[in-house]
């Protein structure tokens, strides 16, 4: 069974910087395809961004590229989001998704993931 856990969240300021983390426990890291999505109070799950498991290809929302990047450490079972330029409308609770990596492409939709955290709150007040 994956577990996966999130840190890394908090308050900031528009134009602010955050890293967000997830550590992952229960499978060899390096076998799942790991993803970031987020939900705001009111909204739907909204995919955020992916990345497959040697980390050489990655999958983002419109609403983020340029300014979030995800990466990953499979040394250390952690897949990272760094996000720049933060907004209001990126306030949301931040969570981490995990696949078994089939080879397949990147996935956008959440049921294409079977392991979930627990999310990690990100406030950003303008």
């Known amino acids: 069974q994956v577990q996966l856990v999130e840190s890394g969240g908090g308050s900031v300021q528009a134009g602010d910087s955050l890293r967000i983390s997830c550590v992952g426990s229960?499978?060899?890291?390096?076998?799942?395809?790991t993803a970031w999505f987020r939900q705001a109070p009111g909204k739907e799950r909204e995919f955020v961004a992916a990345?497959?498991?040697?980390?050489?290809?990655?999958l983002y929302s419109d609403s983020v590229k340029g300014r979030f990047t995800i990466a990953r450490d499979n040394a250390k079972s952690t897949v990272y989001l760094q996000m720049n330029s933060l907004e209001p409308k990126d306030a949301a609770d931040y969570y981490c998704?995990?696949?078994?990596?089939?080879?397949?492409?990147?996935?956008?939709?959440?049921?294409?993931?079977?392991?979930w955290g627990q999310g990690a709150p990100v406030t950003v007040s303008s």
């Open positions: 998704a995990a696949e078994v990596d089939a080879g397949s492409d990147l996935r956008s939709d959440a049921n294409s993931y079977t392991y």
């Open positions: 229960g499978h060899t890291f390096s076998g799942l395809v």
């Open positions: 990345i497959n498991w040697s980390g050489y290809s990655t």
